[in-house]
């Protein structure tokens, strides 16, 4: 990192930080007490810092990664500082674990974006930093910066494990992996997804050495026509069948197969993968959550995604290639129409914003499912289009993981979006500087609302004398 690099990202990273001190102690004004899934995460962690690690709260569905890494962080402070009384483990004081973790991610989210794009040297220093204050500041994950929740921290230890699986250090990368799981089981997808990494890496050297044999002009293997890519399944099997391949497979990844190992017992022991309350969270396939997250990637991405350059090549594409578009529309519809789930927390708590989303567009007609189908394709498309960068076996591996995060989940739900959307966002080429800054302006437009609407714009059930927020 050059000095005026190393003097910008010091800046960006305290400027942000102090911005999210100024909103932590607005939130903490107005919400002093536990807010929405805090009234259990709060009182479990101010068990452990009582010392009864054997009370659980039966409601709580993810294992306590959070409340150790609390409890470890808070008591040594209040030593040091000599804090006693209420103050010790208090709802402010669990909060601003999470606003460390925020500021961990944004450290993170620089040295992956230097990693990942260290061999472009168009890239200027001031992109990566731009590039780094605009993810730290996506909205779904900053707005759970300000509330006890698990992901932030989540987040800080599946991004640290991904940064320590591109260095090489698998067995740091799988042990953080394990920290992920503790903060959130669906994690050790992500450690699934640092094994691939290296998979995808050696099958592309082998794939680039098999074009040579065959003295192919196509020194990469980036997709081609239908042919190409069954030739390429094919070449997948025929080297994953290999013995000797598979040893030298598992001698580079068996950090993360012992973690996987060690997940599946207890999945086997804990029968199933959700601790606590297992009611409402059944597992399914729900596949139209994959529209879902592209649509949301879309939304959340347009200044790279939505544009007229991309329309027309789109539009071309669909010239080109009708009958493939026709199947994957017949696909599509039949997915909607057979795995469509409407989770009883979507339908009945109208804080969220999925709450609002469903009822005024999907609730609309029920043909409305149906007709978003030309949107999910060409979402599908073009968030295909922008990792054509990526070798064929990253994108099939990130795919394979993205299912796995994704259609197994009855609720819609932002927050279970955000690492598939953080990692494909990392992998993709650095845009134009003018689309950086567009993409940084619509995040602190829709963080200004989300904030505005959380603070003052608060209600009350006629039922309740709680003050009710809006929120993520």
Known sequence: MERSEAHGFAAAMSGAFLLSCLLFAAINRHQ??????????????QAYCHGRFLQWDPMITTLPGLYLVSVGAVKPAAWLFGWTGSVVCSAGMLRFINLLFSAGNFYLLYLLLFKIHQKNKAVSGFQRILSTLTLAMF?????????YYTDPGSVFFTLFAYLMCLYGNHKTSALLGFCGFMFRQTNIVWTVFCAGNVVAEKLNEAWKTELQKKKDEKISSRKGSFSDLIRILQFLIEYLITPKNLVILTALTWPYIILVTVFFVFVFINGGIVVGDRSSHEACLHFPQLFYFLSFTVFFSFPHLLTPTKIRKFLLSLRKHPVQYSLIAVISLFLIWKFTYVHKYLLADNRHYTFYVWRKVFQRHDLVKYVLVPVYIFAGWSFADTLKSKSIFWILMYFVCLLAVTVPQKLLEFR????????YRLNIPFPSLYRQLLELAFYIVVNAVTFYLFLNRTFQWPNSDEIQRFMW
């Open 139 to 147: 909205p779904t994950l900053y707005f759970f910066t300000f509330l």
């Open 32 to 45: 002093r007490g536990p807010y929405m899934d805090e009234a259990f995460h709060v009182p479990q962690a």
């Open 416 to 423: 279970y979006f955000i690492l598939p959307f953080l990692i």
